[in-house]
DNA sequence: TGACTGTCAAGAGCAGTGCTCTCGATTTGG
DNA sequence: CCAAATCGAGAGCACTGCTCTTGACAGTCA
């Protein structure tokens, strides 16, 4: 409204502005707190009284606790996808398999750190929500890390596409369609298939791993988890 | 109580007593119904007003919504383990691979038709809910299903496990502790580690697919999934 | 300076939830 | 036949998401 010429970055944000913005902040914060610690039903009442505030002046920030929930659920993404990409760069570019390893111990780790917010992530939708739309672009930022290290590699001729493998024609076209997704161009299908097997197997295991779905069958999580991440990048061919 | 001995199943039955399994059955269903259509934040109360019941009733029966919940869950795994062994009990038994296929199909075929149970039993805990004990028996049905194709296989022939394959002293400890369990004596750890890892595909990619997370990207599920499936038969050894 | 406009937090209130307790009615077993 | 156990109904508590109204404040234009 004071911004008729669709610019308001730059100009000087007046008070209120900035006061509602870190409001906006500090509801997350509040709300990200109530997750990890009474669990994924988060209440807008409590979050509130947590800022001393009442229930209904969080509804002047967020129209609605799904909204609310979209905003974490859109921050997370940026999180682990941020955690992703600074555990794969600090492994020398040309161990490619070190930096997929690197890539899901970083996953893995995030996720342990972030549990509930993981739950949100990839667990079960929540009730009568339906992620919206708005969530689709950042849920996909931890896989970009996954398509640059097989570009990277094929690139450095350290990723060997896999011979032999019979894929049918729909999954073919399916395939195909990811291959021109910006960041995974060239990305050959036979790897690509193998990819996306070892992605889900990732997101498998680690969802055994943090449901308790492997209780009193592996102690040493780190060392299983390990194991298939090797076995997986020998498998996608690095 | 009106059994001191403990066989209580051949005396008569009082009245009240089938009437009291019978009741238990039909919250049971109405349950399910309402997990089926409502999502899965189960409504005690209405599940209690589809049966022409008043909220506090439905205590009689089931302590709290808690144990519903656990009623449920031991009854889809129960369920589920079912269909996967009619599934695979469908194929002759020479055809190794077959059969995993078709447990994997008839895991899939299930979780379909009963997409809520399956959040229920394989995503996200439900918030303050901590699956008791009692759920670990039923929840171990359908990976018996799987040792029993391995250990077939390798009587067989059909599988043969792969070589090569360096497992780490933890891994190794826990891949042993599993042998031990009944149903997979035998099972040489190199198998089971790749056995592991597929089951854990198979459900990776089946949440994926059920939880929304492939949308816009795969058209043609079921082929995609039977890809997975038969890259992991060869994955294994089959 | 004074009025006006948009924004804010507070509070009451509605419909819903899980769960507990009490109270009659009915069935059961001695 | 009677006491004990069991059942459904109802009221009630504390909680939830959400809506609406009210009064206070900030920013701006005359």
Same mark, same amino acid.
């Given at each position: 409204?004071?911004?008729? $010429?669709?610019?308001?970055q730059?100009?000087?944000?007046t008070?209120?502005? +900035?006061?509602?913005? !870190?409001?906006? $902040?500090?509801?997350?914060? &509040? ?13 807008? +009442? ?7 505030l ?5 509804? +002047? ?5 799904? !909204?609310?929930? =979209? &905003?974490?659920i ?8 941020? @955690?992703?990409e ?7 570019r ?6 997929w ?12 750190a972030?549990?509930?917010e ?6 079960s939708?929540?009730? #009568?929500?339906? @992620?919206?739309? !708005? ?7 931890p ?16 990723i =060997? ?6 894929i ?17 161009? #060239? ?9 996306? =097997? ?23 999580? &780190? &060392? ?9 990048? =020998?498998?996608?061919?690095?």
């Open positions: 409204m004071c911004d008729p $010429v669709g610019v308001s730059p100009v000087a944000p008070v209120r502005a +900035r006061a509602r913005a !870190e409001m906006t $902040v500090q509801i997350k914060e &509040a709300a990200r707190r109530r997750l990890a610690t009474d669990g994924p039903d988060l209440s807008l +009442r409590a979050v509130a009284r947590d800022l001393g009442v229930s209904s002046a969080v509804y +002047r920030y967020f129209a609605s606790r799904d !909204e609310l929930l =979209t &905003a974490l859109i921050d997370g993404y940026e999180s682990l996808g941020e @955690a992703a600074a555990a794969e760069a600090a492994v020398p040309r161990d490619v398999p070190g930096r390893i690197a890539l899901g111990r970083g996953v893995r780790d995030w996720a342990l972030n549990r509930h993981y739950a949100l992530l990839y667990g939708p929540v009730p #009568g929500y339906a @992620a919206p739309q !708005e969530t689709t672009g950042p849920a996909t930022r896989l970009l890390v996954l398509a640059q290290i097989l570009r990277d590699g094929l690139d450095r001729g350290a =060997t596409p896999p011979t032999g493998d019979r049918p024609r729909s999954v073919r076209v399916d395939l195909d369609r990811v291959s021109a997704v910006p960041g995974f161009e #060239g990305v050959p299908s036979a790897v690509l298939a193998r990819a996306m =097997t070892a992605w889900a197997q990732l997101f498998g295991s680690l969802s055994f791993e943090l449901f308790g779905r492997l209780r009193n069958v592996v102690e040493d999580y &780190a &060392a299983y988890f390990d194991h298939q991440l090797r076995a997986m990048a =020998t498998y996608v061919g690095m």
